[in-house]
């Protein structure tokens, strides 16, 4: 599948891996998808990203944030705190108990050793989904090849953190679709 990717799409999956050394994860998550893809410029999904209103100033602290706070949830979307909390459970009172006893970004899964990577690219489950959905967008579009626009657009279809945090900024997957592949002045050039 990678012999498929376009330069712009292979540069967001090693970003991905790095973003992933440096947090120390024991995996490549799709936020890691999300944090490479938000340092890309000068592409489809950069040029889509800017478009839509999240513009390179704007992009990564908040983004960042978020993320980072989903981590320390454990990975729990907000809107899952929520559903969580509708139910009685405060998960900002649980992660700060588990912290308080355990450290800051215990449920993170984050490996705290920081040893030396074993150099094994590992991806996650739902990096692999967002991989995987980004080929059955770009066929479903009769792309030929993968570029960081499908990982864009796969990212903002799949349920989960990034996505949210997408939404969040205005970025959801009509709206990306829309700039990328609707007409006239909103189409990003390729």
């Given at each position: 599948?990678?012999?498929?990717?376009?330069?712009?799409?292979?540069?967001?999956?090693?970003?991905?891996?790095?973003?992933?050394?440096?947090?120390?994860?024991?995996?490549?998550?799709?936020?890691?998808?999300?944090?490479?893809?938000?340092?890309?410029?000068?592409?489809?999904?950069?040029?889509?990203?800017?478009?839509?209103?999240?513009?390179?100033?704007?992009?990564?602290?908040?983004?960042?944030?978020?993320?980072?706070d989903a981590r320390r949830r454990a990975g729990l979307s907000q809107s899952e705190a929520d559903a969580l909390a509708g139910l009685g459970i405060d998960?900002?009172?649980?992660?700060?108990?588990?912290?308080?006893?355990?450290?800051?970004g215990a449920m993170s899964g984050d490996r705290k050793d920081k040893e030396p990577w074993s150099g094994r690219r590992t991806f996650s489950r739902g990096a692999k989904n967002v991989l995987e959905k980004s080929l059955r967008i770009a066929v479903a579009h009769h792309d030929r090849h993968i570029g960081d626009e499908h990982l864009l657009l796969a990212l903002t279809i799949l349920p989960g953190v990034p996505g949210e945090v997408l939404a969040d900024h205005g970025v959801t997957h009509e709206?990306?679709?829309?700039?990328?592949?609707?007409?006239g002045e909103e189409r990003a050039a390729g």
């Open positions: 599948m990678f012999e498929r990717f376009t330069k712009d799409a292979r540069a967001v999956v090693q970003g991905a891996v790095e973003h992933r050394e440096r947090s120390g994860a024991r995996s490549v998550d799709p936020d890691h998808l999300l944090l490479a893809l938000l340092d890309r410029q000068g592409s489809r999904a950069s040029f889509a990203l800017t478009a839509l209103g999240l513009t390179p100033e704007e992009r990564k602290e908040p983004v960042r944030q978020a993320l980072v998960v900002s009172e649980i992660v700060a108990r588990v912290e308080e006893v355990h450290g800051v709206t990306a679709t829309r700039v990328l592949y609707g007409g």
